[in-house]
T-cell receptor, first 113, second 116 residues
Framework: DAKTTQPTSMDCAEGRAANLPCNHS???????VYWYRQIHSQGPQYIIH???NNETNEMASLIITEDRKSSTLILPHATLRDTAVYYC??????????????FGKGTKLSVKP | EAGVAQSPRYKIIEKRQSVAFWCNPI?????LYWYQQILGQGPKLLIQ????????DSQLPKDRFSAERLKGVDSTLKIQPAKLEDSAVYLC??????????????FGSGTQLSVL
């Protein structure tokens, strides 16, 4: 499985955009990039995923570089409720144990007033 | 829509005792997962069911852990006997169908297990 590298922690001011980077330099051509987040004492929550093109939904935007070796999750107007651990995951090819989501340690985002 | 339900929310046991966790997935979700999350780490997959069949249990410590999903709906994860290192949050997740590679996983709030 392609591995991802994320900063251990980041701070963001409330109301500002939070940009969370992720490196996945060994990603394969048909592997998707997924983002989940985990608020304290809750299970992970799906945010967004993409393959090649940039994606946007009601929660966030996902920017994937042209060579697909890195991506950035953007929370356009961070609130205190966005304080959480954010996981960048590369989804392996389908087949056996592949195709499962493999979580790393993620980035702890702290949104401050 | 109702989310993934798990119980109990917390459990404290002594080592060598047994414990069971219950999960009720979102209605209609064929795939069910059990994850273990040790403090400070990301969730680690223990077992994956497609309907009532096991798809992947390669990371399940089978000498002490067992899981079943009778009738392809609810699932139970059991630990017998528990060890100190089993202290963790046990998360259940479900998704519509793992054959769809772009599926989203929906997680429950987990059961926090403390083994003393």
């Amino acid at each position: 499985d392609a591995k991802t590298t994320q900063p251990t922690s980041m701070d963001c001011a409330e109301g500002r955009a939070a940009n969370l980077p992720c490196n996945h330099s060994t990603i394969s051509g048909n592997e998707y990039v997924y983002w989940y987040r985990q608020i304290h004492s809750q299970g992970p929550q799906y945010i967004i995923h993409g393959l090649k093109n940039n994606e946007t939904n009601e929660m966030a935007s996902l920017i994937i570089t042209e060579d697909r070796k890195s991506s950035t999750l953007i929370l356009p107007h961070a609130t205190l409720r966005d304080t959480a651990v954010y996981y960048c995951i590369v989804r392996a090819n389908y087949g056996g144990s592949q195709g499962n989501l493999i979580f790393g340690k993620g980035t702890k985002l702290s949104v401050k007033p | 829509e109702a989310g993934v339900a798990q119980s109990p929310r917390y459990k404290i046991i002594e080592k060598r005792q047994s414990v069971a966790f219950w999960c009720n997935p979102i209605s209609g979700h064929a795939t069910l997962y059990w994850y273990q999350q040790i403090l400070g780490q990301g969730p680690k997959l223990l077992i994956q069911f497609q309907n009532n069949g096991v798809v992947d249990d390669s990371q399940l410590p089978k000498d002490r852990f067992s899981a079943e999903r009778l009738k392809g709906v609810d699932s139970t994860l059991k630990i017998q006997p528990a060890k100190l290192e089993d202290s963790a949050v046990y998360l259940c997740a479900s998704s519509l169908d793992r054959r769809e590679r772009r599926e989203k996983l929906f997680f429950g709030s987990g059961t926090q297990l403390s083994v003393l």
